[in-house]
């Protein structure tokens, strides 16, 4: 392809953690066909891998909590880039971002205006906040002239919301906004090994494992109520926390796991989630809002059957009563019944282990989503006349 005709993208995302994090794959892909721009509130330095000579980082300050005055000044700084540079596409992810970069790129008439719908914020509020909240979201749909979501029973919750049109929103294959890197999530017997002596966890412990952000939403403390009350009947069992506070939830978990200190374990941020997923057995993700459950799948592919919430998004993740077990959201007991299900039951947790591994390879892979969005933008630019 001349390089002088390379169409220009616009990736939009409120952090580059989330650019790093979800898009590197796509991003790699799409810089061998295309012209690439990041645009995301850091600077070169926080995004260097996915730099090259078709990929460069442009700063704009768009804040992840609402501030009228910075979102307003963001969305027309936005909204010059946009009129200079002359994207044939913005494609943006992240709530914030999503709605400044598509409003943006809306007025300033980029041909090709892509979100990706990663969860929704509002799914479980109530009341006038929830409605705020959803109209934002589909004035931003409204903006876009084409939408993804990162799992089919998402993009059915908002079609059954009115938010976005079912002609108008699509699922890359099988769900997952990048996929999983079979290569690094994976069993891994000396990592398990090695990490089993540093946490001081036996190796024939059995070790309940939840990595993400802690707060109110992923369910944490519902998870920490039914570990503890079964934490008498089931001397082996480990609970392995793992990820940045962001709810203040610490203090909490040090509370109500207070009897039962010395098997639990918490480890902060981590860049290596796969070596705690290779030293656990079973994952645990009893959110309350999940727009597909990423760690689910890496934990998949790792050999981890999960117990998890049987909400949207995650539904797509596991395949119940195969790869995992599902339960109410915010119940206690159903969370406790899966835990010991699956700690009982040696030979339903190798088979659960085997089949999750075979679903995420099959289904999950970042190849397969890869190759899915290549054909997405295959099929929407180089058909076009722009």
């Not at 909590?65 to 910075?70: A, E, G, P, V």
């Not at 980029?110 to 979100?115: A, D, G, K, L, N």
């Not at 282990?353 to 899915?372: G, K, P, R």
Request: net charge positive; hydrophobic share 45%; charged share 20%.
């Amino acid at each position: 392809m001349n390089l002088t005709k390379r169409k220009k993208i616009c990736i939009v995302a409120t952090v580059p953690f989330a650019l790093e994090t979800f898009m590197k794959p796509h991003i790699s892909m799409l810089a061998s066909k295309y012209h690439l721009t990041l645009i995301t509130n850091g600077m070169n330095v926080d995004l260097s891998s996915l730099l090259n000579d078709n990929v460069c980082v442009v700063h704009v300050g768009v804040e992840r909590k609402i501030s009228l005055w910075k979102d307003f000044s963001a969305l027309l700084q936005l909204h010059r880039i946009f009129n200079r540079e002359h994207f044939d596409v913005v494609h943006s992810i992240m709530p914030k971002s999503g709605l400044l970069a598509m409003l943006a790129a809306f007025f300033a008439r980029v041909p090709f205006r892509i979100h990706t719908f990663t969860g929704q914020v509002w799914a479980n509020k109530t009341g006038f906040l929830r409605q705020v909240l959803r109209f934002l979201d589909k004035l931003l749909a409204k903006c876009a002239t084409s939408l993804l979501a990162d799992s089919s029973s998402q993009r059915k919750f908002l079609i059954q919301e009115s938010v976005v049109d079912e002609s108008k929103i699509s699922v890359l294959g099988n769900g997952s906004i990048c996929g999983v890197d079979t290569k690094r999530f994976k069993m891994d017997s000396g990592v398990r090994h090695r990490l089993r002596l540093e946490l001081h966890i036996p190796d024939n412990a059995i070790v309940y494992l939840f990595l993400g952000r802690l707060n109110k939403d992923k369910g944490i403390q519902d998870l920490a109520n039914a570990f503890a009350s079964m934490a008498e009947d089931v001397p082996n069992a480990h609970l392995l926390v793992v990820g940045p506070d962001e709810g203040g939830m610490d203090k909490d978990l040090e509370l109500i796991l207070n009897k039962c200190q010395n098997r639990f374990h918490r480890v902060g941020f981590t860049t290596r989630p796969e070596d705690y997923m290779a030293c656990a057995d079973i994952f645990c993700l009893p959110s309350y809002r999940e727009g597909f459950g990423s760690a689910v799948i890496e934990a998949a592919a790792a050999g981890l059957p999960s117990v998890a919430s049987n909400i949207y998004g995650l539904v797509d993740a596991i395949k119940a009563g195969e790869t995992g077990i599902l339960h109410k959201p915010g119940c206690v007991e159903e969370i406790k019944n899966g835990l010991l299900t699956l700690t009982n039951n040696t030979e339903m947790r190798k088979r659960m282990s085997n089949q999750a591994i075979a679903y995420a390879h099959d289904y999950f892979s970042t190849e397969v989503v890869v190759n899915a969005m290549r054909d997405y933008y295959d099929t929407m630019l180089l058909n076009s006349t722009i």
